[in-house]
């Protein structure tokens, strides 16, 4: 699903989605029999499936060793950069031998025919590209360990705990804005549900179209979005679609309380301010996914989590 145009552009936040495309089979082959071949590809894709497996936990590991680190702790971050590249290099190099033991291994055992050369071209050529993507997936989030990515984190680090305040992941699934703000709200003992945020800010929208259509514009024409305003509080409510300024500001009126946003590179902004709640505090990473920005809580740190919340 491709963004709806809003004046602020940077606000959005865009759901991660992965595609999975089974190996082609070869219809009519009067040599391979088609159980066999059926065969060969379950192997490759259960190796595969491990393989992804692996990555997650090995994801989940890491996870754990970022959070086992204090973030002003720059020694040992640096340490655990180093490790965490030592670490991912040797599972794709493991991958990689793997893949291409089964592989070798399947060649082996086909019959030599120029239908089945046909085939295997293709799966090789297929293989290739396939390999050439992940490791430039794998370069690249190598390079993120020194890169963008790491440099917002570190500035983000360095700002909230100036405030006694640190990350908390929210998951990005297009839900994010609102995820978090559940998040800060729960911390004030206030439950509210993901849906009850949607549906309570399009149902505030919708009756307060004057104070958010003129910030909204067609994406083809550059005109208000007038007609399509309906759709667009509709879909608040029934999809994925990500959260910005204006669902934040309409949700600062419908809790009565400020919302500030802390940014790495630009003063933190504050939705809301004509109201004296404590504000809920959401950060904004604008490189935390290849594919836009990303809102996440923040957590006190233990030494004053019982002193703020009092």
């Known amino acids: 699903e491709m963004p709806r145009t809003r004046s602020l552009h940077w606000w959005k936040v865009s759901p991660s989605s992965w595609c999975w495309f089974s190996p082609a089979r070869v219809p009519g082959n009067p040599v391979l029999m088609e159980s066999d071949l059926t065969e060969e590809l379950d192997e490759e894709e259960q190796l595969v499936r ?11 590991e890491i996870q754990g060793m970022k959070n086992a680190v204090p973030k002003n702790d720059k020694k040992r971050r640096k340490q ?59 370069e690249a989030e190598i390079e993120n360990l020194s890169g ?41 003992d206030c439950a509210l549900t993901v849906a009850a945020l949607r549906r309570q800010t399009a149902e505030y929208m919708q009756s307060h179209v004057e104070d958010f259509l003129p910030f909204l514009t067609n994406p083809n024409s550059g005109n208000m979005y007038t007609p399509e305003f309906g759709k667009y509080c509709d879909d608040i409510v029934n999809t994925a679609t990500w959260g910005g300024q204006l669902e934040l500001r309409a949700l600062s009126h419908i809790l009565q309380t400020p919302i500030e946003i802390i940014q790495a590179d630009s003063p933190a902004i504050i939705v809301g301010e004509e109201y004296s709640k404590k504000p809920l505090i959401l950060v904004y990473m604008r490189h935390a996914y290849g594919l836009g920005g990303h809102y996440n809580s923040v957590a006190w740190l233990v030494n004053t989590a019982t002193e703020n919340r009092s």
């Open 50 to 60: 491990r393989h992804h497996k692996e990555k997650k936990e090995l994801q989940a």
């Open 80 to 138: 655990l950069t180093e490790d965490v590249a030592k670490l991912e290099k040797e599972m794709d190099q493991k991958h990689k031998e793997e893949l291409e033991q089964l592989r070798l291994t399947c060649k082996e055992n086909k019959i030599d025919s120029v239908a089945i050369s046909k085939a295997q071209k293709r799966q090789e050529k297929k293989a290739a590209l396939e390999k050439e993507g992940e490791e430039r997936i794998a």
């Open 148 to 188: 963008a990515r790491h440099v917002e984190s570190e500035k983000l680090a360095q700002i909230l705990a100036a405030k006694e305040l640190e990350i908390k992941q929210i998951p990005s699934d297009g839900h994010c804005m609102y995820r978090a703000i559940a998040n800060q709200l729960k911390e004030q």
